[in-house]
């Protein structure tokens, strides 16, 4: 699971740079998606560990992590299927994809537990 955090990292990171660029490089909330990409792919790294206990540790930070970046960004995901982009239609796609990616690696990750949890490596 470790590799696909780094994944996501990867891509919430490039979300935030090219958001921040989207927008003429003058609001600083485009790189917010880079921020949470940044602390998955820092837990994401820690993760890869022999250690059993400290592995699960930072799956968990990681899953809460996405679990914020999701309900942080709900309402971007909402107005984008409404049809309603706003005032500035570029940071609520970004919105919309942040939560997109976040619910999606939640997910994965809630079916890696579960899947850890029937094989017995808990």
């Known amino acids: 699971m470790a590799k696909v955090t780094i994944v996501f990292a990867i891509l919430l990171i490039a979300l935030g740079i090219i958001g921040f660029v989207g927008t003429g490089s003058i ?9 949470f990409g940044l602390a998955l792919g820092l837990f994401g790294f820690l993760s890869i560990t022999p250690n ?11 899953v809460t992590l996405g679990l914020l970046g999701f309900l942080g960004t709900i309402t971007g995901l909402i107005h984008f299927f409404s049809g309603n982009l706003g005032e500035n ?14 619910l999606i690696y ?10 850890a949890r029937r094989t017995g490596k808990v």
């Open 106 to 115: 939640t997910a994965l990750c809630v079916r890696s537990f579960i899947a």
């Open 89 to 102: 239609p570029p940071a609520t796609q970004a919105k919309a994809a942040m939560s997109a990616l976040c």
């Open 52 to 62: 059993e206990s400290r592995r699960k540790l930072f799956a968990h930070i990681n």
């Open 27 to 35: 609001h600083p909330t485009a790189l917010i998606p880079t921020w």
